[in-house]
C-alpha cells in the first residue's frame, strides 16, 4: 500500500474528510475509511471509491477488493425504507418465516435485496439494462490471488471464466435458483457463478453430466460465449470472411469471424487466431476490456508484482483490475 503524503481534498466530499484527513497516512485504515464513508452515503459507490484511492493512494482494484469481500459494505444503494424482522427462537415459533416469504413475494425480492431492477431475483440478462454489444460494465471485472500476483501466463480456467461473465452481466451475487446443476461442482467455490452463467446457455457442461470448473479454456472458447449472448440479445456480428489462416474448417470459424471482423480479437504477424491454444488470462483482459469499452488509461501504478509496465498487457491488466472512468 502507498500512501499519499500530500492529499488533496474535495469539497464534494466534505463530510469524509476529516476522517480522510485523519487516516490517509495510516497503514491497515481503509475498513475505517470505507465504514465511515458507508455511514455518510449509505453506500460505497464508484465514485466514493476513486475519490478514496486519490486521496490515500491505495489502488481502486485494493478498495474494491476488501469492499466486496466484507459483508458490512454495500456497492449499490439501500431502498429508501428497510425491513427488519426478529430472527429468534419466540419469533421463528410464531411465524416469521412465513412473514418473511410473505413479504419476499410481494416485493419479489429476496433477503438482503433492494427493489431496485438490478437487484431482482428474475434478472434477465436479455433486458436493455444488460448490454453486452458493446456492454458497458465499469467496475474491475479481474482479480489477482492473494499473494498479489495476476499470474498473466495461467490458462484461464472454466470457473473463472464463469465468475468474470457473472460479475460483467449483474448475475455475481444473486442466488441461484434454478433446477440446472452438474455432478462435480458440489463444494466448488464458484458453483453459483457457473449455474447462473449457465442457466443462460453461454457456458455449458458435458454429456457426462459434469461441468469441469478447473479445465482449461480454448481461445476459440471465449469467441463461443460471446457469440451466444449476442444471440440472445438479437445482435447478428458480421461474419463475412476474412484473411484468416488458420480457421478454415474449425467449428468455430464463424464465430471466431464474428469477433476478428469487430475488431474484439487480434490475429498474429502469421495472420493466425490460434483457436486451439489455451486462453491466457491477459489475452482474456484485453478481449473482455474491448467488449465492455473500457477506457485505457495512459498511466497507471501496479497493482501487481507480476505484472510489470514492461508487460505487453500491463495496461490491460491494470483496466481490467480497476474501475473505469
Known sequence: MCLKSNPEFSDKF??????????????????TILQKAQSIY?????????????????????????????????????????????????????????????????????????????????????DNEYPMAIMEY??????????????????IIRAEMAT??????????????????FSDLDGHWAKNNILLVAEYGLLNGYKDGSFKPDGEMKRAEICSIINKYWELK???????????????????????????????????????FRPDEPLKRDEVAQILNRITDRTIKANYTPSYKDVGKSHWAFKEVEAASNVSE
Open 164 to 181: 468474470v461473465f457473472a460479475r460483467i452481466l449483474g448475475l455475481e451475487g444473486h442466488e441461484y435458483t434454478g433446477n440446472k446443476s
Open 234 to 272: 438479437g445482435f447478428e456480428p458480421n461474419i463475412e470472411d476474412a484473411d484468416i489462416s488458420d480457421v478454415d474448417n474449425h467449428w468455430a470459424k464463424e464465430l471466431i469471424l464474428g469477433l476478428y471482423n469487430h475488431r474484439f480479437v487480434d490475429l498474429n504477424e502469421q495472420n493466425a
Open 42 to 126: 449509505g453506500y460505497l459507490s464508484l465514485e466514493t471509491i476513486n475519490y478514496i484511492s486519490e486521496v490515500t493512494g491505495i489502488a481502486p482494484a485494493k478498495i474494491y477488493g476488501v469492499a466486496t469481500f466484507y459483508a458490512q459494505f454495500r456497492l449499490q444503494p439501500i431502498g429508501k425504507y428497510l425491513i427488519m424482522m426478529c430472527q429468534g427462537t419466540a419469533c421463528h415459533v410464531n411465524g416469521s418465516d412465513s412473514i418473511g416469504e410473505a413479504i419476499s413475494e410481494h416485493l419479489n425480492i429476496k433477503d438482503g435485496e433492494t427493489t431496485d431492477v438490478r437487484n431482482r431475483g428474475d434478472i434477465d440478462i436479455t
Open 138 to 155: 465499469k467496475l474491475p471485472f479481474f482479480e489477482g490471488y492473494p499473494d498479489d500476483t495476476f499470474r498473466p501466463n495461467n490458462t
Open 14 to 31: 466534505k463530510e469524509l474528510n476529516p476522517t480522510l484527513e485523519k487516516y490517509a497516512k495510516v497503514e491497515g485504515s481503509l475498513i
